[in-house]
């Protein structure tokens, strides 16, 4: 069974920090590029970074020089290191994986692209200002 499975959300106060964990089960971790989203009420979703199996990294302009994604092929893990969170950065964040949207591919897609191979469940991130 293939899972994707966010975590490490919670309530931080502006300026603090997060790290999200994605862990991935049930296909081949290294073949797949692996992306963040989020989404807010009211808003459409968002694309904020995607690492390659290259390990090349790509950031959306919302979140560069502020979160920064890596992962653990070992084991299976992508995180996403949040800091500098602003109370605009509440949502709903989301892990997702991809065969084919390589490069910054997955930070193109449209906010409604239903293409996408797996998504995780989301786990929330609330910034209090």
């Known amino acids: 069974e293939v899972q994707l499975q966010a975590s490490g959300g919670g309530l931080v106060q502006a300026g603090g920090s997060l790290r999200l964990s994605c862990v991935a089960s049930?296909?081949?971790?290294?073949?797949?590029?692996i992306g963040w989203f989020r989404q807010a009420p009211g808003k459409k979703r968002e694309a904020l970074s995607c690492?390659?199996?290259?390990?090349?990294?790509y950031y959306a302009d919302s979140v560069k020089g502020r979160f920064i994604i890596s992962s653990d092929a070992a084991k299976n893990m992508v995180y996403l290191q949040m800091n500098s969170l602003k109370p605009e950065d509440t949502a709903v964040y989301y892990c997702?994986?991809?065969?084919?949207?390589?490069?910054?591919?997955?930070?193109?897609?449209?906010?409604?692209?239903?293409?996408?191979?797996?998504w995780g469940q989301g786990t929330q991130v609330t910034v209090s200002s």
């Open positions: 997702a994986a991809d065969a084919a949207l390589f490069g910054k591919s997955m930070l193109m897609i449209s906010h409604d692209y239903k293409g996408m191979d797996y």
């Open positions: 049930g296909f081949n971790f290294d073949d797949y590029a």
């Open positions: 690492i390659n199996p290259d390990g090349r990294r």
